[in-house]
Nanobody
Framework: QVQLVESGGGLVQAGGSLELSCVAS????????MAWFRQAPGKEREFVANIGRTGGDTVFADSVKGRIGISRDYEKTLYLDLNSLNAEDTATYYCAADDRALPTPSREAAEHRYWGQGTQVTVSL
């Protein structure tokens, strides 16, 4: 049973920063490619960033490129650093795990089996 628990969300002013964390309750964290997705009210869930099993492969959505960082440790935690936040970043942020060991980590929500409950990020003007 894979459990993912996000934290770090909150209310932040435009231009501010947040660091989100996702703790995975798994035996071997390094077999999972990890990703962050987000979903704003009335919109579909969208890809934000992902990182490969070893931490060497990272991909970012064009909408956040240059403003965010993704990282992971070797034990159980995934991070998302959000900077220069704007109103369009307001959403529930989810971490997701994929254990299929693909050559390239997936950007598709439907291809991730394991999900956290999400953490809310609200950016005020």
């Amino acid at each position: 049973q894979v459990q993912l628990v996000e934290s770090g969300g909150g209310l932040v002013q435009a231009g501010g920063s947040l660091e989100l964390s996702c703790v995975a309750s798994v035996r071997t964290f390094t077999i999972y490619d990890m990703a962050w997705f987000r979903q704003a009210p009335g919109k579909e869930r969208e890809f934000v960033a992902n990182i490969g099993r070893t931490g060497g492969d990272t991909v970012f959505a064009d909408s956040v490129k240059g403003r965010i960082g993704i990282s992971r440790d070797y034990e159980k935690t995934l991070y998302l650093d959000l900077n220069s936040l704007n109103a369009e970043d307001t959403a529930t942020y989810y971490c997701a795990a994929d254990d299929r060991a693909l050559p390239t980590p997936s950007r598709e929500a439907a291809e991730h089996r394991y999900w956290g409950q999400g953490t809310q990020v609200t950016v005020s003007l």
